[in-house]
């Protein structure tokens, strides 16, 4: 799962051979244990039986490679995109009905293919799931190294430094009086201030040296990464599944509690219980719109909602008033509070045949079309001897156009109509079925006012009242309320998902920008006193800075034992191929000493025959780069 | 909430047109380079042919490798191989880059010492375009009393200032010029579409919008999707410059001499990726601030949105491309390939989901 995996097999030592990659690829301890598994379980795999425990144990293999996780992620990318081309159920359930309604002809195979619900899909779940078990098959085992690693010591010292990528000598004169043990004690002390573990060896023999390494924070960052992302994961579940959300209209002046019967729409997540809802109330006393009346393009749009509330966390605690805005919601016993819709509730008095009144207050109007054009539906079951019904519409600002087709020219109150028909008969409310309270089914009604009719259409101005035909009773038009729609939600997930995702950031930025570095010093003594002392670094991953931390390593040494050094180190140059050819790295100084390439033979001479010997790395510089050739 | 200035509007207008003819011109000064700096390399090259052949012909045919000749061979040993390893880049940027030496520009991408006339024009015009170019936002801003990326244009107009800004930046550093035609090329598309296809003038938010989150969230959009700009230049002109270095290695002849003025397609890589990589922590906190907005203006952090699905993809697609480029057989050109893929999801996460997709993202003011 990481970008590191297979780093280290692909980044041999300079010019090391193909050879060299398969060995490396068994024994790196950063790399997947798996992977040397693979290819064992690979040559087996020829072999007739693998047996069902071998079977799984490929599978596994199979499912935990880098390759495999790749190819999920890409497949999940892939696997989110219909979900944008097609309506979602989630989002809303009407499009979609709406949508095989209007293709007849491949609307229902989309459904069997769960295209309407993409990201609770079978198929959607299986990759995911896939997925996030190829990542823990991934983190665990690589997380169990990397303990290992970092409680280890660093590797030992290779026999030839100078085929490390970064590579340099230098040389203190005799007269400095730095023996070769002591300058490693140097060295190490230098290397620990710049945050390196590091392990002396053989400090008193005839060429001690030493193992660093640092930004063990690297591969830490990335098992948190990813670690993390398994934490999001499941706070969105545990959010799923302890949450709830609904709605609720609010007319200015309605009080809504936060009890079941005081949603109008309720979703609970799978393990609701209604005692989690904490009985606090809110209620709307005003709700102010700011209409855009500068910008031509946009004229009437509006730009600011604003609904003063009154709530109290308890039905004894003391009352607050709040400010309800978009972006900006309440939080009130563990939910928040969303303002997410609004529009006008005409306020009307309907009174029955015997002129009692049957029906008052404020009716919602739902929104159809532009500047709050909304349609009215007004049932009357309190209606005697008959129930009565209206349906129409309401204008905030009503135009009519020489066809005679009404409109609304604004957003505001300029010219507030409503216009209804009227009708009378069984509204069926007392079968106990539930209805739309946006619908009238009219097919069992009796029509008493519409356009067609004699009697026309009711057209109703604020303060009007319209007498129904045949004494049926009267309907006023006492004036205008507006109203809010808002979204209560509980999401026990939430927190921790953010949690997570931060802890995610936090391990990607580390795993990004943390160099994993391993550094060799070893030193000697010429046989004129002078001490030699030899240096490379080589990095676990990608790191385009290696070349500086070589530089300021070498700066440093060469402070601490005052030679007079070259600014610029060579190492530093882009110039420098230090992969390519190990002659091309000169050493710079600026004593005579230091410009001659021999002098990186820590007491040449000393031990011919021995095979860890400084000086074969200097006097074979070409070794490299002739084995690279054979290896192409 | 401050009043709307269209006098502002009007001069920001001005300014974008004003900018985008500078970085008309600018571009032709950058395409003038281009064919002038491989021109000129080419006759320097065929004089080193030259002169190299001759001390060819005095080396003993038993030198060996080193006979066998003289540019194409060099560039052998930078792709030839197994092509995880050819591809693979080591901690040393400039690796393979003695073998590219006359084939492909410096890899480190440092300025060498050779005076390019056009490209000092160029990137001076450049510099004029984004100094006008930003007048065009600053006054947008001001005249819509606001930050200047609440639509599609001022996003896309936004988008443009920045991406040329990050290029004239990473320029302070890196000898990126032959970029130039790229990104100044991208700029001036991006300025004219937001002029003709979503031009809309100066207004209010929508109260969905009206949000420090808007500040926050689109800025590191903004800045992302500049970034990935510039990579997907440079994996478009890797896939371009390993195509031609493998044809050159492979004996055949360079058609697309102007190549020369770019780094070699390892080199190209590397650096895409480290761009990448800024812009991939970008991304994801666009991704996680879009959340912690939506859980403010819309209840819920995550609802699979249209906008929301495409961002998610989109980073995906680019976690994909940084895994890619640890997994053997991916890096190099696949890798490249996944880098393009990605900015092509941002370009439709702007246009076709926007414009065309019904989802809570519908700002576009179109």
Same mark, same amino acid.
């Given at each position: 799962?990481?970008?590191?995996?297979?780093?280290?097999?692909?980044?041999?030592?300079?010019?090391?051979?193909?050879?060299?990659?398969?060995?490396?690829?068994?024994?790196?301890?950063?790399?997947?244990?798996?992977?040397?598994?693979?290819?064992?379980?690979?040559?087996?795999?020829?072999?007739?039986?693998?047996?069902?425990?071998?079977?799984?144990?490929?599978?596994?293999?199979?499912?935990?490679?880098?390759?495999?996780?790749?190819?999920?992620?890409?497949?999940?990318?892939?696997?989110?995109?219909?979900?944008?081309?097609?309506?979602?159920? *989630?989002?809303?359930?009407?499009?979609?009905?709406?949508?095989?309604?209007?293709?007849?002809?491949?609307?229902?195979?989309?459904?069997?293919?769960?295209?309407?619900?993409?990201?609770?899909?079978?198929?959607?779940?299986?990759?995911?799931?896939?997925?996030?078990?190829?990542?823990?098959?991934?983190?665990?085992?690589?997380?169990?190294?990397?303990?290992?690693?970092?409680?280890?010591?660093?590797?030992?010292?290779?026999?030839?430094?100078?085929?490390?990528?970064?590579?340099?000598?230098?040389?203190? *004169?005799?007269?400095?009086?730095?023996?070769?043990?002591?300058?490693?004690?140097?060295?190490?002390?230098?290397?620990?201030?710049?945050?390196?573990?590091?392990?002396?060896?053989?400090?008193?023999?005839?060429?001690?040296?030493?193992?660093?390494?640092?930004?063990?924070?690297?591969?830490?960052?990335?098992?948190?990464?990813?670690?993390?992302?398994?934490?999001?994961?499941?706070?969105?579940?545990?959010?799923?599944?302890?949450?709830?959300?609904?709605?609720?209209?609010?007319?200015?002046?309605?009080?809504?509690?936060?009890?079941?019967?005081?949603?109008?729409?309720?979703?609970?997540?799978?393990?609701?219980?209604?005692?989690?809802?904490?009985?606090?109330?809110?209620?709307?006393?005003?709700?102010?719109?700011?209409?855009?009346?500068?910008?031509?393009?946009?004229?009437?749009?509006?730009?600011?909602?604003?609904?003063?509330?009154?709530?109290?966390?308890?039905?004894?605690?003391?009352?607050?008033?709040?400010?309800?805005?978009?972006?900006?919601?309440?939080?009130?016993?563990?939910?928040?509070?969303?303002?997410?819709?609004?529009?006008?509730? *005409?306020?009307?008095?309907?009174?029955?045949?015997?002129?009692?009144?049957?029906?008052?207050?404020?009716?919602?109007?739902?929104?159809?079309?532009?500047?709050?054009?909304?349609?009215?539906?007004?049932?009357?079951?309190?209606?005697?001897?008959?129930?009565?019904?209206?349906?129409?519409?309401?204008?905030?600002?009503?135009?009519?156009?020489?066809?005679?087709?009404?409109?609304?020219?604004?957003?505001?109150?300029?010219? *507030?109509?409503?216009?209804?028909?009227?009708?009378?008969?069984?509204?069926?409310?007392?079968?106990?079925?539930?209805?739309?309270?946006?619908?009238?089914?009219?097919?069992?009604?009796?029509?008493?006012?519409?356009?067609?009719?004699?009697?026309?259409?009711?057209?109703?101005?604020?303060?009007?009242?319209?007498?129904?035909?045949?004494?049926?009773?009267?309907?006023?038009?006492?004036?205008?309320?507006?109203?809010?729609?808002?979204?209560?939600?509980?999401?026990?997930?939430?927190?921790?998902?953010?949690?997570?995702?931060?802890?995610?950031?936090?391990?990607?930025?580390?795993?990004?920008?943390?160099?994993?570095?391993?550094?060799?010093?070893?030193?000697?003594?010429?046989?004129?006193?002078?001490?030699?002392?030899?240096?490379?670094?080589?990095?676990?991953?990608?790191?385009?800075?290696?070349?500086?931390?070589?530089?300021?390593?070498?700066?440093?040494?060469?402070?601490?034992?005052?030679?007079?050094?070259?600014?610029?180190?060579?190492?530093?140059?882009?110039?420098?191929?230090?992969?390519?050819?190990?002659?091309?790295?000169?050493?710079?100084?600026?004593?005579?000493?230091?410009?001659?390439?021999?002098?990186?033979?820590?007491?040449?001479?000393?031990?011919?025959?021995?095979?860890?010997?400084?000086?074969?790395?200097?006097?074979?510089?070409?070794?490299?780069?002739?084995?690279?050739?054979?290896?192409? | 909430?401050?009043?709307?200035?269209?006098?502002?509007?009007?001069?920001?207008?001005?300014?974008?047109?004003?900018?985008?003819?500078?970085?008309?011109?600018?571009?032709?000064?950058?395409?003038?380079? !281009?064919?002038?700096?491989?021109?000129?390399?080419?006759?320097?090259?065929?004089?080193?042919?030259?002169?190299?052949?001759?001390?060819?012909?005095?080396?003993?045919?038993?030198?060996?490798?080193?006979?066998?000749?003289?540019?194409?061979?060099?560039?052998?040993?930078?792709?030839?191989?197994?092509?995880?390893?050819?591809?693979?880049?080591?901690?040393?940027?400039?690796?393979?880059?003695?073998?590219?030496?006359?084939?492909?520009?410096?890899?480190?991408?440092?300025?060498?010492?050779?005076?390019?006339?056009?490209?000092?024009?160029?990137?001076?015009?450049?510099?004029?375009?984004?100094?006008?170019?930003?007048?065009?936002?600053?006054?947008?801003?001001?005249?819509?009393?606001?930050?200047?990326?609440?639509?599609?244009?001022?996003?896309?107009?936004?988008?443009?200032?920045?991406?040329?800004?990050?290029?004239?930046?990473?320029?302070?550093?890196?000898?990126?010029?032959?970029?130039?035609?790229?990104?100044?090329?991208?700029?001036?598309?991006?300025?004219?579409?937001?002029?003709?296809?979503?031009?809309?003038?100066?207004?209010?938010?929508?109260?969905?919008?009206?949000?420090?989150?808007?500040?926050?969230?689109?800025?590191?959009?903004?800045?992302?999707?500049?970034?990935?700009?510039?990579?997907?230049?440079?994996?478009?002109?890797?896939?371009?410059?390993?195509?031609?270095?493998?044809?050159?290695?492979?004996?055949?002849?360079?058609?697309?001499?102007?190549?020369?003025?770019?780094?070699?397609?390892?080199?190209?890589?590397?650096?895409?990726?480290?761009?990448?990589?800024?812009?991939?922590?970008?991304?994801?906190?666009? !991704?996680?601030?879009?959340?912690?907005?939506?859980?403010?203006?819309?209840?819920?952090?995550?609802?699979?949105?249209?906008?929301?699905?495409?961002?998610?993809?989109?980073?995906?697609?680019?976690?994909?491309?940084?895994?890619?480029?640890?997994?053997?057989?991916?890096?190099?050109?696949?890798?490249?390939?996944?880098?393009?893929?990605?900015?092509?999801?941002?370009?439709?996460?702007?246009?076709?989901?926007?414009?065309?997709?019904?989802?809570?993202?519908?700002?576009?003011?179109?």
């Amino acid at each position: 799962m990481s970008e590191r995996v297979n780093v280290k097999k692909k980044t041999p030592a300079p010019g090391t051979p193909e050879t060299g990659k398969t060995e490396a690829g068994k024994t790196e301890t950063g790399t997947k244990p798996v992977e040397g598994a693979v290819s064992a379980a690979k040559s087996e795999a020829v072999l007739p039986s693998l047996g069902p425990v071998g079977m799984l144990r490929w599978a596994w293999t199979q499912l935990t490679s880098m390759r495999t996780a790749l190819f999920l992620l890409l497949l999940l990318a892939v696997a989110a995109v219909p979900g944008s081309l097609f309506p979602q159920r *989630p989002a809303n359930p009407a499009v979609v009905t709406q949508y095989i309604k209007d293709h007849p002809d491949y609307g229902k195979v989309l459904d069997a293919l769960q295209l309407y619900d993409v990201y609770s899909s079978a198929w959607f779940s299986a990759i995911y799931i896939l997925l996030f078990i190829s990542l823990i098959g991934c983190v665990v085992p690589r997380a169990i190294v990397h303990y290992k690693a970092m409680r280890s010591q660093p590797p030992r010292t290779p026999a030839r430094l100078s085929r490390l990528p970064e590579y340099g000598t230098l040389v203190i *004169p005799a007269d400095a009086g730095i023996p070769a043990s002591r300058a490693i004690d140097d060295a190490a002390a230098l290397l620990k201030k710049r945050g390196y573990r590091v392990e002396v060896r053989d400090r008193d023999g005839a060429r001690p040296s030493l193992g660093a390494e640092r930004g063990f924070l690297r591969e830490v960052g990335n098992l948190v990464f990813h670690t993390a992302l398994i934490g999001v994961l499941v706070s969105v579940a545990a959010g799923g599944l302890f949450g709830y959300s609904g709605q609720r209209i609010l007319v200015e002046g309605d009080t809504f509690v936060n009890t079941l019967v005081g949603y109008d729409q309720f979703t609970p997540g799978t393990n609701f219980q209604s005692s989690q809802l904490q009985p606090y109330s809110i209620q709307l006393d005003k709700f102010q719109i700011t209409f855009d009346r500068e910008s031509k393009g946009k004229f009437g749009q509006p730009i600011d909602f604003k609904a003063d509330v009154t709530t109290k966390e308890n039905p004894g605690a003391p009352a607050e008033h709040q400010v309800l805005k978009v972006n900006d919601p309440l939080n009130l016993g563990g939910t928040s509070v969303y303002l997410t819709g609004n529009g006008y509730a *005409p306020v009307v008095t309907v009174r029955d045949a015997a002129g009692n009144v049957a029906m008052q207050g404020p009716v919602v109007a739902k929104l159809q079309g532009e500047n709050y054009y909304s349609s009215v539906v007004i049932k009357v079951p309190d209606a005697k001897p008959e129930q009565l019904a209206f349906a129409g519409f309401f204008l905030p600002t009503a135009f009519v156009t020489p066809e005679g087709v009404s409109f609304s020219g604004d957003p505001e109150l300029f010219n *507030p109509q409503l216009t209804l028909n009227s009708y009378y008969g069984d509204l069926g409310l007392d079968s106990g079925s539930p209805q739309n309270v946006f619908e009238l089914d009219v097919k069992k009604l009796t029509p008493l006012n519409a356009r067609n009719l004699p009697t026309k259409g009711i057209v109703l101005t604020p303060g009007a009242t319209h007498t129904l035909p045949d004494g049926k009773g009267t309907i006023s038009f006492d004036g205008v309320k507006r109203y809010v729609g808002v979204d209560i939600h509980h999401n026990p997930g939430q927190g921790y998902a953010l949690f997570f995702a931060l802890l995610a950031v936090a391990g990607l930025v580390t795993s990004l920008y943390v160099n994993r570095r391993r550094a060799w010093v070893r030193a000697g003594s010429h046989e004129d006193g002078r001490t030699m002392v030899e240096y490379g670094l080589l990095a676990r991953g990608e790191d385009h800075r290696l070349a500086g931390e070589a530089a300021a390593v070498r700066a440093m040494l060469a402070a601490a034992w005052p030679l007079d050094e070259h600014t610029e180190a060579t190492d530093d140059s882009p110039a420098t191929d230090a992969t390519e050819e190990t002659a091309s790295q000169p050493v710079p100084s600026a004593k005579a000493d230091n410009d001659r390439a021999d002098t990186a033979l820590p007491g040449a001479g000393a031990e011919p025959a021995s095979p860890n010997h400084p000086a074969e790395d200097a006097t074979q510089p070409t070794a490299g780069s002739t084995e690279s050739k054979k290896d192409q | 909430m401050f009043p709307i200035n269209e006098t502002m509007g009007q001069y920001s207008e001005l300014f974008m047109l004003l900018a985008a003819g500078t970085y008309t011109v600018a571009f032709i000064a950058f395409a003038w380079d !281009l064919a002038k700096s491989s021109k000129t390399l080419r006759a320097v090259d065929e004089k080193a042919a030259e002169l190299s052949a001759a001390q060819i012909s005095r080396v003993p045919v038993g030198a060996g490798v080193g006979a066998s000749g003289g540019v194409v061979d060099r560039a052998e040993s930078d792709v030839a191989g197994p092509v995880g390893r050819a591809e693979r880049p080591t901690s040393s940027v400039s690796g393979g880059q003695a073998a590219g030496a006359g084939l492909t520009a410096d890899g480190g991408m440092r300025y060498g010492g050779e005076r390019r006339a056009p490209a000092r024009v160029a990137v001076a015009l450049a510099v004029l375009g984004a100094a006008i170019h930003a007048a065009g936002v600053i006054t947008r801003g001001f005249g819509a009393g606001r930050v200047p990326w609440g639509n599609m244009y001022e996003f896309l107009t936004t988008g443009a200032f920045v991406a040329v800004a990050v290029f004239l930046l990473v320029l302070i550093r890196r000898d990126l010029r032959f970029l130039g035609t790229f990104v100044i090329g991208l700029a001036i598309i991006m300025l004219v579409a937001a002029s003709i296809a979503f031009w809309t003038p100066v207004g209010h938010l929508v109260p969905a919008l009206q949000s420090y989150w808007l500040l926050i969230h689109v800025s590191i959009a903004v800045l992302s999707s500049a970034l990935f700009t510039l990579t997907f230049a440079m994996s478009a002109l890797q896939l371009v410059q390993s195509h031609r270095q493998k044809t050159v290695a492979a004996g055949g002849t360079d058609k697309l001499g102007f190549m020369r003025l770019v780094p070699n397609a390892l080199s190209l890589e590397n650096l895409s990726y480290r761009i990448n990589a800024i812009a991939f922590v970008g991304w994801t906190f666009t !991704l996680m601030f879009g959340a912690i907005w939506a859980e403010k203006a819309w209840g819920r952090f995550w609802g699979w949105d249209t906008k929301e699905v495409w961002t998610f993809v989109i980073w995906v697609v680019y976690a994909g491309y940084l895994h890619a480029r640890a997994t053997r057989g991916w890096t190099g050109t696949r890798a490249a390939w996944l880098s393009i893929v990605g900015y092509l999801c941002v370009v439709f996460n702007f246009t076709i989901v926007n414009q065309f997709f019904n989802g809570l993202h519908s700002y576009s003011g179109l």
